[in-house]
């Protein structure tokens, strides 16, 4: 069974880590490595290539988007990169395989570099080198879709006043079921805290504490989380931010005993979005297959 193309990302990475590959190259080494048959390297997609090399053309696209290998001086060529390098080593010290998930929260460029330029597209796809991006595997352009979307709605969070971004964390908590917008309190002005919303209409269950950080690039640290927790006085907190927590920030958050806290990135901020519908919308096609 010829594995899908975040099945791939992981041995790619290593491959290009020990030798620089072209696609081509890549995509028959890891052939062999994944012990796949003649039967499966000659498989087809709807487009009439193979669907191997497709799904490897993809994971090469996927591991560029997140910066962890890069075009060589030498056309077409691709070597890993120190991203690449400490993607390898995490994913071995945690056990965890670099595929689209590791991806996704551990790259911090990846939804930048998702954004797409018409002429950009017109050009992978009007070109006949077989080293483009331009793949027609159906699950592959939805994901590329899906990237792009998650790109543009973490941009319009970005684009908001503070208020509104305090607003937004505050409207998100409340479908998810943490609280009540009758007893909603936002810009408190108590030291930091930027927002209280009651767990219920009577406020018997008690507050939960909210903490918005409107952040481009800098990533929240343990002073940050440390100041969090000292106006959280042992209550229920979320801390939110539009771009990322250190690891020591993180590791501060998990060693708080009082109370409970959670903690919510870039972007789980736009997956809960989604998933709650806050800001965008569900759609729904249908496709059918005999």
Known sequence: ????????????????????????????????ILNLSEEDKQEKNASGGYLFENRVGWAFTYLTKAEYIKLTEKKAVYRITNLGLEALKDSEEKNVAIDKKYLEENSSNYFKNWQVKKQDVKTEINT??????????????????????????????????????EDLCATLLEKMGYGVASKREIRV?????????FEDELGLRGKIYIQAKKWDNNNVQPKDIKEFLYNVRGNKGVFITTS???????????????????????????????????????????????
């Open 189 to 197: 002005g108590d030291g930091g805290i930027d927002g209280e919303i």
């Open 1 to 32: 069974m010829i594995p899908k193309f975040y099945e791939i990302t992981h041995p790619l990475l290593k491959l290009i880590a020990k030798e620089e590959q072209t696609r081509k190259s890549a995509s028959e080494k890891l052939s062999i």
């Open 128 to 165: 006949g080198d077989e080293e483009n991006d331009a793949v027609f595997d159906l699950e592959d352009e939805l994901d590329k879709v899906d990237n792009e979307f998650n790109f543009q709605l973490l941009q319009k969070i970005k684009a908001m006043s503070w208020q509104d971004f």
């Open 244 to 290: 990322d927590f250190s690891q020591k920030a993180r590791e501060e958050a998990q060693n708080y005993k009082e109370g409970k806290v959670a903690l919510i990135n870039y972007h789980e901020l736009v997956k809960l979005c989604k998933k709650y519908q806050v800001l965008c919308e569900k759609q729904t096609i249908e496709i059918f297959k005999l």
